[in-house]
T-cell receptor, first 113, second 113 residues
Framework: NAGVTQTPKFQVLKTGQSMTLQCAQD?????MSWYRQDPGMGLRLIHY???????DQGEVPNGYNVSRSTTEDFPLRLLSAAPSQTSVYFC????????????FGNGTRLTVT | GESVGLHLPTLSVQEGDNSIINCAYS??????FIWYKQESGKGPQFIID?????DKRQGQRVTVLLNKTVKHLSLQIAATQPGDSAVYFC????????????FGSGTRLSIRP
């Protein structure tokens, strides 16, 4: 049971490039989400999904796209990277019921130059 | 040692003393609260949670207190150890949007030998 797995761990992009951050969980969790964490700040919600085929926007969705074709995977796409997207990105999941804690991956550190 | 909400981002505590980390939340509709610990280079790790129908919950060396009247949450760590050094985040689940867990900006706990 690996929990939440994020790849890659590190990535450097040039402005305007696109890429996909991968997230997979093996706990059969219905709910998955993406957060970004900037230095000295808390985690801000980008997008989330309550189940396969369903996604919704969080606090800071602009510049990011998501899809949820399977229960296990929830990729985050940057269509045209900007320096403001330099951050550490965390994927998290939890069972579908409310009042349960999120389980986090170890993050992807993204630098956009 | 004691910190007050998010306005004092660092807390220094003598090893063996008790630590108290405070958090003020803003949404009276929040019905579920979680404390996370984040070590350098890792994702947030669940510590303890509490539902809004409770005012206290205890775990191993940790206690969470909830005061809904003043919208205040605290994490108490007994007999603080060097391994407790980390950034601690409180998070709230917004009942009005049951799928959103919103994080505070965190408190860094450092342990003096």
């Amino acid at each position: 049971n690996a929990g939440v797995t994020q790849t890659p761990k590190f990535q450097v992009l040039k402005t305007g490039q696109s890429m996909t951050l991968q997230c997979a969980q093996d706990m059969n969790h219905e709910y998955m989400s993406w957060y970004r964490q900037d230095p000295g700040m808390g985690l801000r919600l980008i997008h989330y999904s309550v189940g396969a085929g369903i996604t919704d926007q969080g606090e800071v969705p602009n510049g990011y796209n998501v899809s949820r074709s399977t229960t296990e995977d929830f990729p985050l796409r940057l269509l045209s990277a900007a320096p403001s997207q330099t951050s550490v990105y965390f994927c998290a999941s939890r069972p579908g019921r409310n009042n349960s804690p999120l389980h986090f991956g170890n993050g992807t550190r993204l630098t956009v130059t | 040692g004691e910190s007050v909400g998010l306005h004092l981002p660092t807390l220094s505590v003598q090893e063996g003393d008790n630590s108290i980390i405070n958090c003020a939340y803003s949404n009276s509709a929040s019905d579920y609260f979680i404390w996370y610990k984040q070590e350098s280079g890792k994702g947030p790790q669940f510590i303890i949670d509490i539902r809004s129908n409770m005012d206290k919950r205890q775990g191993q060396r940790v206690t969470v207190l909830l005061n809904k009247t003043v919208k205040h949450l605290s994490l108490q760590i007994a007999a603080t150890q060097p391994g407790d050094s980390a950034v601690y985040f409180c998070a709230e689940n917004l009942y009005s949007s049951a799928s959103k867990i919103i994080f505070g900006s965190g408190t860094r706990l450092s342990i003096r030998p």
